[in-house]
Structures are given as structure tokens and as C-alpha cells.
């Protein structure tokens, strides 16, 4: 566990937000700092936001995107407006999901 909460690995003291993410290396090597602390920022919106970006660089090659879409989209259960873009985004990415993860999001996908 690191001791710092995932704002302060991406601006200080490391400064990751300014390594480019077009770089595998780079989006390794901060999702490898992320990981570290990931107990601590559980239920942190934020940091699910920074991980479901890293991971829509590489989502074809592992599962963690929708892991972090996952966790997204529960945790913004009461920000209408961050779920409503996560709720077009799964409807119009809807069959790049896989079964399982469809079949969890829709149960909790209220039409409000």
C-alpha cells in the first residue's frame, strides 16, 4: 500500500499525469501505482474515472475496463449526469461487454 491516495501518484510527487498514455509503457506503469493503493481508493469516483481512461486505451487486449466501468457505474449511482453518459456508453457499446458484466449492469440500469 502506498501512502499517498491515487491524486497525489498522478500530480505529486511522481507528476504520472504527465507521461502520455498513447504509450503502453506509461499506462502499465501507472496502473501498476494504482493497483498498489486500490484498498484505499475503493470507493473514490475519481480514481475509478482515471482507471476506466487508462483502460479504454487497451480494452481489447484485458478485462479491466470493464471491471473499472463496472465500479463506475455503481458508484455514480446518485450523479444523474455522469450515469446517463455511462448508461449511453454501454448502450452504444453494448456488445463489447461480456454476458456477465451485461447482465449485472443491466439489473441495475433504472430508466429514470
Given at each position: 500500500m502506498m501512502p499517498y491516495d491515487y491524486k497525489?501518484?498522478?500530480?505529486?510527487?511522481?507528476?504520472?499525469?504527465?507521461?502520455?498514455?498513447?504509450?503502453?509503457?506509461?499506462?502499465?506503469?501507472?496502473?501498476?501505482g494504482l493497483n498498489k493503493n486500490l484498498s484505499r481508493n475503493m470507493l473514490n469516483i475519481n480514481?475509478?474515472?482515471?482507471?476506466?481512461?487508462?483502460?479504454?486505451?487497451?480494452?481489447?487486449?484485458?478485462?479491466?475496463?470493464?471491471?473499472s466501468f463496472i465500479n463506475l457505474f455503481f458508484?455514480?449511482?446518485n450523479n444523474q449526469l455522469k450515469n446517463l453518459d455511462l448508461k449511453k456508453y454501454f448502450?452504444?457499446?453494448f456488445s463489447r461487454f461480456s454476458i456477465d458484466n451485461r447482465q449485472k449492469?443491466?439489473?441495475?440500469?433504472?430508466?429514470?
Open positions: 497525489y501518484l498522478v500530480n505529486y510527487p511522481n507528476d504520472l499525469k504527465n507521461l502520455s498514455l498513447l504509450n503502453s509503457t506509461n499506462r502499465d506503469f501507472i496502473k501498476e480514481y475509478w474515472n482515471y482507471n476506466l481512461i487508462i483502460d479504454s486505451y487497451s480494452k481489447e487486449q484485458n478485462k479491466d475496463f470493464e471491471k458508484l455514480t449511482k448502450i452504444s457499446n449492469i443491466l439489473k441495475n440500469y433504472n430508466l429514470e
